[in-house]
């Protein structure tokens, strides 16, 4: 554990810390363009400067190791020339072009000019021209703005292994490219436009689409698959507009896949159902969630006095959170006392494990997890058209369909028996043939909308935080809590995603000693599963 | 599109590989042997080099790219290199640069329309002392006045 | 000097061509290589090279068995060592290692092999200039003789060691002759220098211990195994010791290689008849570069200094790689000056911010002095840009445009100002044309 003097507070940090993270613990990390946490450092961009006592000049400080009775200084007249020179340097070329550039408001270039810049070049000399190109179906690239930071291709070479991205030429003519025809389509493309320090690595998804400070933003996790990769969720005018990953060293490091990007679009689809409805001979009304709630109360009565109170089924997914499975449990089982209680699977994804151990999972059903720790459910079509079985012979009478899933998946068989149903109700976030049979369609919250937590497949509680409102002021928490009390039962904890959580603790040995408040930003482990963070790079490298 | 190397290409490529402990340190070696082979380095060579030493495209055009002396797509028969940096400079190898040029009727840089010669200017050849320099392809000719380079471009098959 | 320097690197004559090994080792060559390998331990080869006090002739003058002596043991990294012999050489104004390529391959073959058997290296890799396809020639066909006669291969002189050579060549690129950038190229990658530490007798090429030596100062040592410590200490100056080949170009009536004793006066290299014989056409000196491109330009009234490292180095320039460029008054320093920033930007391999931009920059500004078009103000900008450049890379390239800039530009400062006469453009439209 080396001690150092870093402007002149004493720090100790652990061996084999960069200076630049060792100055992080007394002051701010020193400027930098081409340091990235995530990646090898390359020593490029010559800004991260500091003053080292006893040595001569200026060092950089993101690739030397903090060491014992070393005197740092961040400030010192050497550094801050220095860093005005690469500064004034690093904008001889750059097109001045902030205002139309995607990446102003988090461009750490715009940020250390302001910082550590002259305010005026002295560059009268001829600017060298190069025109915007392609680079594969979602990057776009603006060569003018590239500050040779490799950023992008280490994280080509060292995360994904693909490198379709290198320098050509040298000097001030080196260029940053694709070989013509191969363009860059892997499926963690996108995360060399978060981590490109200025605007030249462009999201097509994303250009020309918000400003950034113009962004509400929330920490939370996606959705996509059973990984549940850290994400802060972005809106712009009540839009989600995008999807940044959030550094978590025990799921997803620095990165998220493209996939989890951009399989939002459900979200603000106008397919997508909005309104509650009721159905009756064949006629829809949108009605307000009491009267659907009645409606309900009312079906379940009737099918329950007339063929006792097994005749009622359920099903639900893995896109319901750990709270609304378990007041989905307590409904269902506790109150209702189903047959039946059956969890839909989504279809599976491809797997993916790149270079450096970084995972999209097959599976698709994020809170799989959870469906299993709170009510010992396994998503299985088996148990789906064992269901539909029943309907058929007329054992099951009255269906709920809960959580919904953004592609529908249900069975045919299903589908074919939904209309023996004396009551069915179907909460889901896009059209299917199974919600043109409902008796109740009740909208579901997406993912950005929703408050409480997912377990993903390392067994990590993990938070998600609304930054979008659901159809249902409430979420599907609130549906499922208002259920409860129309059927004459109260939802524990006063209906929340804390209060629940709580109750689930409580209940549960898998949360026993969990508290939603302390899952924090990164989760915890639930009982049983091992916490671990993982090296950024693949294991012998 | 679907290049590939000769019998005795790919024999002097094992025997390249055989020499260095990773694929990848035989980049310049193999792309010489691709030059000789396939008369200059263009897209499809660069693949092929790709496909033989695991590497993607993109880092063999980043390596080629990089080094000035592989042979472009689209030069002639016979590249002449003058040497402009300071000690060729100071004894005249500008009058010689021009010479070519009039002679052959094009720009430094640029290339006969019957393919025959391009002509370069480029920095130090490491002949200092016999200054003015001509390279012409692998052959180096030093002390080189006007006349003694119509002489050897005349000498050329 | 008491007695007259007598040769020892430059002592072929004519070009070497098929049957070099029989002319060398008619000189006595291979004998010391043989010698090292069979009576002597690797740790005594370093030692003995320690003592001469050999300093690396590539440049910065690194005592040569103090850095074969920083190779770790393999108990510490264990795994293949290798030497790389550096014959890159690109320095303007620099042609020794050519001329030694090109008339003696087995010198610097032998040296070689006495520095691999020194480090405890079985691989010898030699990097030598793209541009130079007849010495690589030359040296592939020396490298078949000395296996054929066992000076290479395995079980060399009947010991267990074994020493094999591989030729690599380069592709065009300045920049590879600095060590690290080199390493990088040999590994099949755009020459990028690398980050010191850790330096390459540590970890170098394919991550192992590795040693870099110039081709001239491997052609150094088989005379310090044959003729020892007090002979090699015998020439040259306390702190640089032995002999050197200078490369002369320029306006000198003799440009070529010269051989002599370290600390030879400049002025002697420049006006002796055995030397450079005086200015090309009788024209007065103006202005030398004594080491190289690279190093501080000294005026006419400092030509008057020793061509030793400390010498120089107390005249503010540098011995570097000993190639004199001598210039006559017919020259202008402005255009000599545009000539290497037009170099280095050329060279600059685009990594560190400084270096890229600076290069290109002062390039720029310099094209418009070459067009009259140059600025007061400028004076000022162009020692500024070397000074953000200085000392801020990872590797010298910048330094090696930054101290011509700043020497041309205090030195000859009214020169620059007679470039001051044309219009200046308060917005020069992009355009797509490129220094150089």
């Given amino acids: 554990m080396p001690r150092l003097t870093i402007n002149g507070q004493e720090v100790e940090v652990p ?89 102003a408001g988090e461009c750490i270039l715009q940020d250390h000019s302001y910082d550590h810049g002259r305010g005026a070049s002295r560059y009268i000399e001829p600017k060298i021209v190069r025109p915007k190109r392609d680079l594969g179906p979602r990057i776009a690239l603006w060569p003018e703005r590239c500050i040779r930071c490799s950023r992008c291709t280490r994280f080509l070479d060292e995360v994904t292994g693909t490198s379709e991205l290198a320098f050509f030429e040298r000097g001030d003519r080196t260029d940053l490219d694709i070989f013509p025809g191969r363009p860059i389509d892997n499926p963690l493309s996108l995360n060399i436009v978060d981590i490109c320090p200025v605007g030249a690595l462009i999201s097509k998804d994303f250009l020309f689409r918000a400003r950034v400070w113009n962004l509400r933003k929330k920490a939370s996790v996606c959705a996509a698959c059973s990984r549940g990769c850290n994400v802060v969720l972005e809106s712009y005018e009540g839009k989600l507009t995008r999807l940044v990953p959030r550094p978590n060293p025990h799921v997803n490091h620095h990165w998220m896949c493209d996939h989890g990007r951009l399989s939002h679009a459900y979200v603000h689809d106008p397919r997508r159902p909005r309104q509650i409805v009721k159905r009756e001979d064949a006629r829809s009304f949108n009605v307000a969630l009491p009267e659907a709630l009645e409606a309900i109360r009312a079906g379940l009565e009737a099918v329950r006095a007339a063929h006792g109170a097994a005749a009622v089924g359920g099903l639900v997914t893995a896109w319901l959170t750990n709270e609304e499975l378990h007041l989905a449990g307590r409904l269902l089982r506790d109150v209702l006392g189903a047959r039946r209680l059956v969890a839909l699977a989504a279809p599976p994804g491809e797997a993916y494990v790149a270079k450096s151990g970084f995972r999209i999972a097959a599976d698709r059903n994020p809170n799989r997890a959870g469906l299993e720790a709170v009510l010992g459910l396994v998503p299985d079509d088996e148990a789906v058209r064992a269901l539909a079985a029943d309907i058929e012979t007329g054992a099951i009478r009255a269906l709920l369909v809960l959580g919904g899933m953004p592609a529908p998946a249900y069975p045919e068989e299903l589908v074919a028996v939904a209309s023996r149903l004396e009551l069915l109700v179907v909460q889901d976030l896009v059209p299917s043939a199974l919600l043109d ?105 | 599109m679907s290049l590939a190397f000769s019998e005795r290409a790919r024999a002097e490529i094992d025997r390249l590989l055989a020499r260095y402990p990773t694929r990848g340190a035989a980049t310049l070696p193999v792309l010489r042997v691709a030059e000789r082979e396939f008369g200059g380095i263009d897209d499809d060579v660069m693949v092929l080099v790709a496909d033989t030493l695991d590497l993607s495209p993109a880092q063999v055009r980043g390596v080629f790219s990089f080094y000035t002396h592989l042979r472009r797509p689209g030069w002639g028969k016979y590249v002449l290199q003058v040497c402009a940096t300071l000690s060729c400079a100071l004894r005249g190898c500008e009058g010689l640069a021009d010479h070519l040029e009039a002679r052959l009727g094009i720009r430094a840089g640029q290339t006969t329309p019957d393919r025959r010669f391009t002509l370069l200017k480029v920095e130090c050849l490491a002949r200092c002392g016999e200054s003015p320099v001509l390279q012409v392809n692998d052959d180096m000719y030093v002390n080189v006045t006007p006349a003694k380079a119509d002489a050897i471009l005349e000498s050329l098959p | 000097m008491s007695t007259p320097y007598e040769p020892y690197l430059l002592t072929a004559d004519g070009t070497a061509d098929f049957g070099a090994l029989r002319r060398y080792e008619e000189r006595g060559g291979w004998a010391a290589a043989r010698r090292a390998v069979t009576e002597m331990t690797p740790a005594e080869v370093i030692g003995l090279v320690k003592a001469a006090g050999l300093r690396g002739r590539g440049g910065a003058g690194f005592p040569a068995g103090v850095k074969w002596g920083f190779v770790p043991p393999p108990d510490r990294v264990p795994g293949p060592r290798y030497l790389v012999v550096n014959a890159d050489e690109s320095e303007p104004g620099t042609f020794k290692d050519q001329a030694l390529l090109e008339t003696d391959p087995h010198l610097t073959l032998e040296g070689a092999v006495i520095a691999a058997y020194a480090i405890g290296a079985e691989t010898i890799y030699i990097y030598i200039r793209g541009e130079m396809p007849a010495e690589a020639r030359i040296l592939q066909e020396a490298i078949h003789e000395a296996y054929g006669a066992g000076h290479l291969g395995a079980g060399l002189y009947d010991t267990a060691t074994r020493m094999d050579v591989t030729v690599h060549r380069g592709a065009g690129a300045y920049i590879c002759g600095e060590e690290t950038a080199l390493l990088t190229s040999l590994e099949g990658g755009r020459g990028y220098p690398r980050i010191k530490p850790p330096f390459p007798a540590f970890s170098g090429l394919f991550g192992q211990p590795t040693i870099i030596n110039n081709v001239e100062t491997l052609a150094n040592v088989p005379a310090i195994v044959n003729r020892g410590v007090a002979w090699f ?150 020692l500024d840009i070397a000074d953000q450049m200085m000392g801020k890379t990872i590797c010298p390239l910048a330094d090696a445009l930054a101290m011509p800039v700043k020497s041309h530009v205090t030195k000859f400062p009214d020169e620059f100002r007679r470039h001051m006469g044309g219009e200046i453009p308060r917005y020069v439209p992009p355009s797509s044309w490129a220094v150089g």
Avoid at chain 1, 69 to 84: D, F, I, K, N, Q
Avoid at chain 3, 356 to 375: K, P, V
Wanted: hydrophobic share 35%; proline share 8%.
């Fill in chain 3, 233 to 382: 200490r015998s020439m040259g100056t306390e702190q640089s010791p032995g002999g050197k080949i200078f490369s002369l170009s320029g306006h000198l009536k003799r440009p070529g290689n010269y051989e002599a004793p370290l600390g030879i006066g400049l002025l002697t290299l420049l006006h002796d008849p055995r030397y450079g014989a005086g200015p090309w056409q009788e024209r007065p000196f103006k202005a030398v570069i004594p080491g190289g491109s690279s190093v501080p330009v000294l005026r006419a009234d400092e030509l008057d200094v020793r061509m030793d490292f400390e010498s120089l180095q107390a005249a503010g320039t540098m011995l570097g790689s000993g190639g004199v460029i001598a210039m006559d008054e017919s020259v202008d320093m402005v255009e000599v000056l545009y000539n290497l920033a037009r170099f280095y930007h050329h060279e600059s391999c685009g990594q560190c911010t400084p270096c890229r931009e600076g290069t290109g920059w002062t390039a720029r500004i310099l094209r418009r002095f070459h067009e009259n078009r140059g600025r007061e103000e400028d004076l000022a900008l162009l």
């Fill in chain 1, 15 to 103: 061996q084999g810390t960069l200076l630049i993270e060792a100055c992080a613990r007394v002051t701010e990390k020193p400027p930098h363009f081409c340091y990235h946490p995530g990646l090898r450092p390359d020593g490029n961009c010559r800004m991260c400067m500091v003053k080292i006592e006893g040595m001569r000049g200026v060092s950089i400080s993101c690739t030397l190791p903090a060491a014992e009775g070393m005197v740092v200084s961040t400030e010192h007249p050497e550094v801050l020339a220095a860093r005005r020179g690469v500064m004034e340097f690093l904008l001889i070329h750059h097109p001045l072009d902030c205002p139309v550039c995607d990446k």
């Fill in chain 1, 437 to 541: 049979r409902a008796h109740i369609v009740l909208p579901a919250a997406a993912a950005p909308e929703k408050h409480g937590s997912f377990i993903n497949d390392d067994g990590r509680v993990q938070r998600l935080e609304p930054l979008l409102v659901p159809p249902v002021p409430g979420g599907d928490l609130g549906i499922l809590g208002a259920l409860l009390r129309a059927l004459g039962d109260r939802p524990p904890g006063g209906g929340g995603a804390v209060g629940v959580f709580a109750d689930l603790a409580a209940r549960n040995e898998r949360f026993q000693g969990l508290t939603f408040q302390e899952l924090g930003d990164l989760g915890r482990p639930r009982r049983g599963a091992e916490d671990r963070p993982r090296p950024p790079h693949a294991a012998g490298e």
